[in-house]
């Protein structure tokens, strides 16, 4: 047995078998069902399983490996942005190099759609796919796990309990991580902290940076292995998040209650929502890969925040909220000239989304928005 075949994403040769095994999988079928067609899945759950269980089948025909799996994705991801009308720009890509592998960290806002639109914008430039970092929370279901690990993710352990079998867990981790940069010239993409920044404050976690060490040689410094992992920063922004509302209620809970507790399959109903839902505009920028006088965690999270914030695309979202709730200030102005069309109409759109939520969430939500535009200020960024 490979040393990471409990994380890692899965090969070719098994995919027919993965496929089968989800066609097959009732609790697949059953969770497809009540998101997709709740109301039938109720009255009628006797004819929709064998009708989705035989279109899965169907589109599985098509599938031999992860090529395959991802080639469909793409095409379907293609069709999805048209029909939600996603405008998806791109920078940066060009001065990364198709024949090197880079680890992408990157901020984090949508479970599913922040490395699926690196993919996106990776495989129509012709460069190669990510393999993507997720955690063990969201694959306790045997098929979320199936179809996260044809799609190329890798696992990230952190329900492990136990100070001998954390520290393992994380040292397996460090080691596929350089092991798919430096042997296998694979990219990855991993996010810069643990769970989605849901009050929109992007922050690198020093504790990921001191992972990534761990499985350096003996006689590397700190600075020598991080610079072998060729690590890009990457920033993305979304115009508007389908799940602002939703974030805003688990905010509000927390605020509250001190504790928010999830219902049954939220996580695999979040991940579909953020899928299908109004984006707007979505910008992803590829950072420069961090080089030289990065010597310690600290200042290699400064670096990261630094060109993740900066190269962070602000959208009318983003201003409207900051000044709804800070009022004018002269870089707003600047920043508001790049956008044409009629403003006082963004912000008529932009009110009637806030208040489709309720009074006491909204002041989160106009925060989640606006902290973009507080971080750029505050590093005195454009």
Known sequence: MNEFDDIRPYYDSEVPEVLARLAASREFVDTLMSIKYPRLGRFAPWLMRPLIARVLRHSFEKI??????????????????????????????????????????????DIAMDPAFVNFVRYHAGYDTVRIAIGDNLMSKEFASDLMRINKSFIVKRSVEGRRE???????????????????????????????????????????????SLSKQKEQTFADAIRELKVVPVAISYELDPLDAAKGRELYAKQTEGVYRKEAHEDLLSIYQGIVGRKGAVHVAFGDPLEEGI????????????????????????????????????????????????????????????????????????????????????????
């Open 166 to 212: 954390k520290l393992n867990a994380l040292l397996q981790l460090s080691r596929y991580i350089r092991f798919s940069l430096v042997e296998e010239h694979a990219s990855v993409w991993i996010a810069q902290r643990e769970g989605r920044a849901k009050d929109g404050v992007d922050k690198t976690e020093k504790a990921l940076l001191k992972m990534l």
């Open 295 to 382: 010597d310690t965690p600290e200042e290699m999270a400064e670096a990261v925040d630094r060109q993740i914030i900066g190269n962070y695309r602000l959208h009318p979202s983003n201003l409207i909220a900051y000044e709804m709730l800070e009022g004018k200030v002269p870089e707003l102005a600047q920043w508001k000239s790049v956008f044409s069309g009629n403003w006082p109409q963004k912000v008529r759109e932009f009110e009637e989304r806030l208040n489709t939520a309720p009074q006491a969430h909204r002041e989160i939500i106009l925060n989640m928005y606006a902290n973009p535009v507080r971080s750029k200020l505050r590093l005195g960024l454009d």
């Open 64 to 109: 031999h490996n992860v090529r395959d799996f991802q080639e469909a994705v793409g095409e379907s991801m293609g069709k999805l942005l048209k029909k939600i009308e996603c405008h998806l720009t791109v920078s940066g890509q060009d001065k990364l190099s198709s024949e090197s592998s880079y680890l992408f960290i990157s901020n984090h806002r």
